[in-house]
Structures are given as structure tokens and as C-alpha cells.
């Protein structure tokens, strides 16, 4: 990429992109998302927290902080740990399995610290 941010080196383009194609995690988000009652973005609601933790999650994944996405994808866990019971059923349904595929590819691909891996591991284990 040069200075003015033109792509300049094909690579970079290969690279950049290979994480997002392995899981194809766009098309995850956006069908997840579309199950989300839209009252949950309001702040005042109990489930805006968990809503900002799974888009913390894609996002910091999009823009290669694996350790950033793994570490929200544990607050996610206490998060329905605590009080999974205030969030819509489906919605619910479709959250689980988005931190359950990216949790897994996190481990599975070490782009995550041992430590991380180890609670994500714990998570996995109890659910």
C-alpha cells in the first residue's frame, strides 16, 4: 500500500483477506445480526452489552486482533453465563454458534495466546 493507501502489492490483498474467506465470517455476522431484535441496540437495554460484545468480536476479527476477538468472545460467555434468559430465543440461538465457530477457528488456527486459548477452552468445555 502506498501513501495514499492504494494497494500496490498484490499479497497484501491475498493476506489480508485469507481469514475472512477460511470462515467466511461477513455472511455469519450479517445472518446473526438480522435475527437481532432492534430494541437491543438502545443502551438502556440489558442485552445492548452482550450485542457490543459479538460486534466487538467480528469486528476486531475483521481487523486481525485475534487476541481483541478472543478476549470478547469470553465476555460474551460469562455475559450468558449471568443472564442468557433476557435475550431473544433465536437471536440467542444464532449468537452461540457464532462464538462457538469463532472461538474454535481462534484455537484451532493459534492466532490467540495460550492463556486465551485455555479459558476459551474452559468455555467450550462448559457449554
Known amino acids: ?38 430494541q437491543y441496540l438502545k443502551r438502556n437495554y440489558g442485552q445492548h452489552k452482550f450485542v457490543s460484545y459479538i460486534s466487538l468480536v ?12 478472543g478476549i ?20 440467542l440461538k444464532e449468537s452461540k454458534k457464532f462464538l462457538k465457530m469463532m472461538s474454535h477457528y481462534l484455537i484451532e488456527n493459534n492466532l490467540i495466546s495460550e492463556e486465551l486459548k485455555q479459558k476459551l477452552t474452559e468455555d467450550r468445555n462448559n457449554d
Open 1 to 38: 500500500m502506498d501513501l495514499d493507501g492504494e494497494i500496490v502489492d498484490d499479497w497484501f490483498v491475498i493476506e489480508q483477506e485469507k481469514y475472512l474467506k477460511d470462515i467466511r465470517i461477513i455472511s455469519h455476522f450479517q445472518f446473526m445480526h438480522q435475527k437481532m431484535p432492534l
Open 58 to 69: 467480528g469486528t476486531l476479527f475483521i481487523s486481525k486482533e485475534f487476541q481483541g476477538s
Open 72 to 91: 470478547f468472545i469470553h465476555r460474551a460467555k460469562v455475559f450468558l453465563e449471568t443472564d442468557q434468559s433476557s435475550l431473544d430465543e433465536v437471536y
